[in-house]
C-alpha cells in the first residue's frame, strides 16, 4: 500500500496523470513519524534515484518537493 501510494502521489508531483488527493496531515497524524524516519525516506529515495541513474536536476526537483512536506509529515 505504502509503495503504491507513494509511486501514485510521486506521478502526480512531477506533473505525470495520478489522482494523489490524501491530505499528507491527516494521513501521518496517528502514525508519529519521526524525523529520522523522514529523513531515512528521503535517502532511500535518493540512492534509487542514483542508481537508476536518474539526472540531478530530477533528484534535486522531487527531493526540494518533499521536503515541502516534512512538517505536515514528521509528527514527533
Known sequence: ???????????QLEGGNGQFSMSMHAVH???GVTQAAFNA??????????RRAN??????????????MEP???TR
Open 29 to 31: 497524524a496517528q502514525l
Open 41 to 50: 525516506l528521503a535517502t532511500d529515495l535518493y540512492l534509487t534515484m542514483d
Open 55 to 68: 539526472p540531478i536536476a530530477a533528484q534535486n526537483n522531487l527531493l526540494a518537493k518533499l521536503a515541502a
Open 1 to 11: 500500500m505504502l509503495k503504491a501510494a507513494l509511486a501514485l502521489q510521486f506521478c
Open 72 to 74: 505536515q509529515i514528521v
